[in-house]
């Protein structure tokens, strides 16, 4: 699944073109949305809860999608030639100047704005809710710390933890904890990793070319994601890449065994 600021970007980018507006078309290409036609209602803004996404409209009303692992929304001046393929698109919601086009998008429900909590009240803190607070860092610690014996790298992608961690971020917090995402949660300090995460998710919120060195260079972004080739960015020496997670939830896991303590897949 995409990371938590992929998500977040994709909402504000959504939200500066149709917030404000109304809807000059509704075109639902989902089997259980295929009546339904917004046309005429006035986009309140579009807002995000981890990795999920809420279009807002009057009426109190709100669409709710989900990127998963192949969705996106592009934004389009009106009348341009979309990028990908139209049988992909599962909805598309035109204002004037502008057509919000949502690809291979998941979850795809309307439903009253005050409700929306049924579909993320099981989410940890948000990572980049613009509203944390300390009590969101200490909730979102105590709920990672709770199952000390916890494989780090499952826990911090566990949305119920706190949410907004994908694979990349998983990967590059264990790193810069110095520990490898198969240690156990109680072989660090639980807050420290939550405030490494959000550091890191907010740094890169505004951006696509995403980063956690605080380099911006081609090769030069990340510790050890992916870096089984190049090597590790801080020793030089070899990067490791061996699964994590059984299932739908499997992810392969970049290490180095140079710079991170603790246990790994032979």
């Known amino acids: 699944m995409p990371e938590g600021d992929t998500v977040f970007l994709t909402g504000k980018r959504l939200d500066k073109a149709l917030a404000g507006k109304t809807l000059l078309l509704s075109d ?67 204002v004037e100047g ?31 809710d613009p509203q944390w607070t300390d009590e969101h860092a200490g909730r979102a610690a105590a709920a990672l ?12 992608l566990d949305q119920r933890v706190l949410a907004g961690v994908g694979n990349v971020y998983k990967v590059e917090v264990c790193f810069r904890l110095g520990v490898t995402p198969w240690s156990p949660v109680s072989d660090v300090d639980a807050l420290a990793a939550v405030l490494l995460a959000r550091k890191l998710l907010v740094a890169n919120a505004w951006r696509s070319d995403r980063s956690t060195t605080g380099e911006q260079a081609r090769g030069r972004r990340y510790w050890v994601y992916e870096r089984t080739r190049q090597g590790c960015f801080r020793c030089g020496g070899p990067v490791r890449v061996a699964s994590q997670g059984d299932g739908v939830h499997q992810r392969p896991t970049w290490f180095c065994p140079r710079c991170q303590r603790g246990p790994a897949p032979a």
């Not at 502008?98 to 940890?124: K, M, N, S, Y």
């Not at 709770?146 to 911090?156: D, F, H, I, M, Q």
Request: net charge neutral; no cysteine; charged share 20%.
């Open 28 to 94: 639902f290409r989902h089997p259980a949305l295929a009546t339904v036609d917004l046309s005429g209602h006035e986009v309140h803004g579009v807002g995000t809860v981890g990795k999920h996404l809420f279009t807002r409209f009057s009426g109190e009303l709100s669409l709710h999608s989900h990127l998963k692992m192949d969705g996106t929304w592009e934004v389009y001046p009106y009348g341009r030639r979309w990028r990908k393929p139209a049988h992909h698109a599962r909805v598309v919601l035109g």
């Open 98 to 128: 502008a057509q919000a086009v949502g690809f291979r998008v998941h979850d795809l429900e309307i439903l009253p704005t005050a409700a929306e909590h049924r579909l993320v009240g099981h989410l940890g803190p948000d990572l980049l």
């Open 145 to 156: 710390a709770a199952v000390p014996g916890r494989e780090l790298g499952e826990a911090l």
